[in-house]
């Protein structure tokens, strides 16, 4: 009977876009609301100054999304280029070089000679970049798909406080949108940890303390500069 093991390390790239975007839009637009809230402000100027987070929120991480998948990107097809150019020049020298790889990793001489051989036979080119370079995928992430997606996940995460703040009333908003942020960021962190394989206390236990934490230091700020003005 055959054996088939549920790995979960092929969720870490959206998984980690998929958290970060949501996380962000939680903390930062709580924490934008609750800043403005301690000013004395009205709640029509909260709720502009949590749209216009949401906004600048959103469009900042799918810029630097798009420019971290981009220069990655950019790098991995240079390695490979290099790795090409090898390749033409000297090719005994590049199965060389991938059978001392395969004999440090524990294979005998000959054997790794021969592995290397037959890997290269099939791509000499995605052999060296699996087990020289340490690429994985050759292919990357699509930069635009990158960008959507964080996008996405940032306006999820920050509607919810944005919410929040719209429904309830004046007098209860920095409380209430502390406490519904926080839950939602246990939430998040528990359901990420979970489909990680990691432990769902720890997971909601690490976003909900710096979530808090931003949101005092956004509320400190804001009461500061609303008793000065």
């Known amino acids: 009977m055959s ?8 969720r870490v790239g959206w998984l980690r876009a998929a958290v970060l975007g949501a996380n962000d839009g939680i903390v930062s637009t709580s924490s ?3 800043g403005v809230a301690a000013a004395n402000t009205t709640q029509d100027s909260i709720l502009l100054a949590g749209i216009a987070g ?4 959103a469009m900042s991480m799918a810029a630097g999304e798009y420019v971290s998948v981009s220069s990655q990107l950019d790098t991995i097809e240079a390695d490979l280029a290099i790795e090409k150019q ?3 020049q000297d090719y005994e020298d590049e199965i060389d070089e991938l059978a001392l790889i395969y004999e440090q ?4 001489p000959i054997l790794a000679r021969q592995v290397a051989e037959q890997l290269m036979e099939h791509d000499a080119l995605g ?33 919810l406080p944005l919410l929040v703040a719209w429904v309830v009333p004046l007098a209860l908003l920095i409380m209430l949108v502390a406490v519904f942020s926080l839950l939602f960021l246990a939430f998040l962190g528990a359901i990420a940890a979970r489909a990680g394989g990691a432990s769902m206390r720890t997971g909601a236990i690490r976003v909900t303390f710096w979530g ?11 009461q500061v500069f609303g008793v000065v003005a």
Do not use: C, K, Y
């Open 86 to 88: 090898a390749l033409e």
């Open 32 to 34: 934008l609301i609750i």
């Open 212 to 222: 808090a934490l931003a949101m005092v230091l956004t509320a400190v700020v804001g």
């Open 3 to 10: 054996h088939e093991e549920n790995h979960r390390s092929n």
């Open 54 to 57: 949401l906004v600048a929120g």
């Open 127 to 159: 052999a060296h970049a699996r087990d020289e370079i340490g690429l994985s995928d050759t292919h990357g992430a699509n930069p635009i798909q990158a960008a959507m997606f964080s996008a996405t996940t940032f306006t999820i995460g920050a509607s």
């Open 105 to 108: 990793r524990g294979l005998e």
